[in-house]
């Protein structure tokens, strides 16, 4: 197998990093046929020095070019171009615009080697699997389709079956929200609620705010839909009410997103007084909020909150939930609650997105709803929640970087660690834990601009103590070696 | 209960139609609280003579305002002003763009008509329950779930499941294809597919070129998304070539949508050589082409025609079909095959949409797929259809009036009928078909603009012969007494 020649000129006073020159001019020379498919590359250590880089620049490159199927990696044999290329270039066609493209390759990247079989994840969003109720879902559709025939797989209204929505209101209700059943609109997960009301009252290059940080997918879907996105900073309490004003009166934007119960990805719960002081503002400025309570249910520590559509006189808040995030994600079963002037357009936008949900799905979840099934099972998610963040901070307290900073969640899955401002960042974090086997989310993923470079996500709740123990201790590790090789200045200029 | 004192003055020289003046006037009375709840109108017969108009123009007024919860109708007792009209108001706040509004309240309207107890329903577009596999889709599901458990209820990915992206692929190779597992993007039914498809390749106010009529799903979509809609009229053999070339020139849009097999609502099957030469004028111009081939299965006369995107040699025909739609619509599984250029984007799109389409349909589905159940189900429904469409056929010779026309579909589950050009509309028979328990769609719903007044579109495939036979002669009846009761020339004048 050949060695490759690689012809690698740095501009280090360049703006663009060594790492992502480094990148671009590999990819070059195979994508220009310098590079043949099977030629092996310099170990790391030796173009490292070859170049005058640190070695961390050069294993980021690779690991970069491996993701987007440039190169593959043989264990103790090396880092050879990869032989699919072609079809990797194929799949990559259009140059796309590059906030857009480079986050979602981050993302793709960083999710493709967090699943690498034995790397301790704790990277993803979802709830753990040992979570879902199946036997009862299983049973509940048998008795679907026992009870309801060819009905229950014909088309259902684009709205959503009838008793489904019925039992939303009362779930609804009982939190503090006043609601007809025409108010509820049921949807395929959270995901589309959130996607329905954007498309319902933005137009192209309309202005969303949200906090910085925010959930990734309400940035997915600016981006898809074409949305300005602009994030407000939060302190403790959440989205900061000077900050949103300010955006409110400079860019007259059409919605403000926000998920007042554990936030994702900081796991933040908004208080009562900010809560009420959100909601006067829009009403004020008459900008509609919505409000993303998926972590609601997940709550183990303090008081239940009003949701802010519990305390919205104008009616000015759009609600949105989903049963099926803590127990049945991929059944993908949410739900809208929105006054009458938004619910005719949102219908609408509903129909024309797919019809409606799948009747059968919906079906069964109103059987599990009825009786109770899901209720119980939260309680044992929650129960079992607060044990894995015990865990979470007692590995955390143990085997983070001294300087670390994190709140102790009362819900939700995650725990948001800020690293020491002065230490390596999260991003090269990632890469050295990628190599001892753990993976969290980086934190700059879930801004909308600048900013979270010290900070990642962890979700312990999909793991069990002693994992969450173990994994914490690979992350320790991975910066401590990190800050040993290269200690901090050289790094610095790098990244 | 109190008698309504109508108060009401028509412009017989404005271009409003006289009827839709009546309702006007009628909704203002009761809005603005002139006429109270429980207040009885006038019967249509003495209003139609105070007012010096037909009896069908007060006719159609009332029914439009008892569907839109205004009035309501007690057999033999007469029409009131509906005790919920508060309700029904609030439901309606925001006065919508008027092309928008007018048609979905037509399609409800109609649909709630066409859903009372003991109509003969041919207004739906959806396949007939008898022919959904029921019994091997509960089989399936448990199957995947002893086979998967947890994991069949957690994300899928957004492209789709693996082995269903595959059993795609296969199938659509098999029609001459030409495709790769990654592009396929498994999505929610077809309706989803043409909506990403939208949302990927136009912006707010880009324009879309489709045949005239069309399907009104896209009609709902390019609404709900602010697309510009065109439609190109069609001769039998499908969209005219010329015309669209003129519209390509002229409105330089940014996607064709066609159905080319057993068009919606038309069930015109385009020939070879249209195919060919649509394939060329789009490559020609650059200009992608959805095609929808949803009726596909559907055929039970004649050869097998390849898909567009089987004489695709440039890429630009993204083709979508759903396996659901012929045997289980309300499970919502459905797929584009696009190549490499936007298969990026509607990833993304689709991601931002809704996250997955549910693993455990979508997995149900590919087992049914496998076992080739599907296969089977489409042969025996394809039998079926052919001899309720001999039924149609004969039953449409027999009673429909002297002077229609349709012809006869080499598949899909539709009859287009245009009545007399002469003689009373498809939105008059449709009323007075109401009357006599039969339902029809009226043809100008899947109009973009102007057109199809005299075109009724009839789902026979939903019914059994004899019942076929009875609801062709009701429709039949319901035309003649039309023609009987007001001749053509004062009728012509009203609507």
Known sequence: MPNASLNIKLQRESEEPLYRQLIQQIRAQIDGGDLTAGARLPASRSLARQLNLSRISVVNAYSELRAAGYLSAQAGRGTFVARDRASS???????????????????????????????????????????????????AINQVIERDGAEALAYEAPEGYGPLRAAVRDYVRA???????????????????IDLVLQSLLRDGDTLVTADPTYLGIIDIAE?????????????????????????????????????????????????????????????HRIPILEDEVYREFRYDGD???????????????????????????????YLVADGPYQERLARVKQAADISTPGLNQRAIHLLLERGVLAKQLERNRLELRRRRVAALAAAQRYLPAGSRWTAPGGGLFLWVELPAAGPSAAETFIAGIGRDVAFAIGRLFYTGEGGEQAMRLNFGIHQPAVI???????????????????????RAVL
């Open 304 to 334: 239940e909150l009003p949701p802010l559509k519990a305390l919205d006189e104008s009616g000015i808040v759009i609600h949105t939930n989903a049963f099926t995030k803590v127990l049945l994600p991929g059944i993908r079963i949410g």
């Open 469 to 491: 123990e173990e994994g914490f201790r690979r992350i320790g590790a991975a910066w401590a070696a990190l800050v040993e090789e290269y200690g901090d200045v050289e790094r």
């Open 89 to 139: 270039q194929a799949a990559q066609p259009q140059p796309p615009a590059p906030g857009t493209r480079q986050r979602a390759t981050s993302i793709r990247q960083m999710m493709r080697l967090a699943r690498r079989p034995g790397v301790i994840d704790f990277s993803g969003g979802a709830p753990p699997s040992e979570f879902f109720p199946v036997r009862y879902l299983q049973e």
């Open 175 to 193: 939190i503090g929200i006043d609601c007809r059943v025409e108010d509820v609109l049921i949807t395929g997960g959270a995901q589309q609620a």
């Open 224 to 284: 898809a839909r074409r949305a300005q996105i602009h994030g407000a900073p939060i302190d403790e309490d959440g989205i900061r009410i000077d900050a949103l004003e300010n955006a409110l009166n400079h860019l007259r934007p059409r919605l403000i997103y926000v998920m007042p119960s554990y936030q994702n990805p900081t796991g933040h719960l908004m208080p009562l007084h900010r809560r009420r002081q959100l909601v006067r503002l829009a009403a004020r």
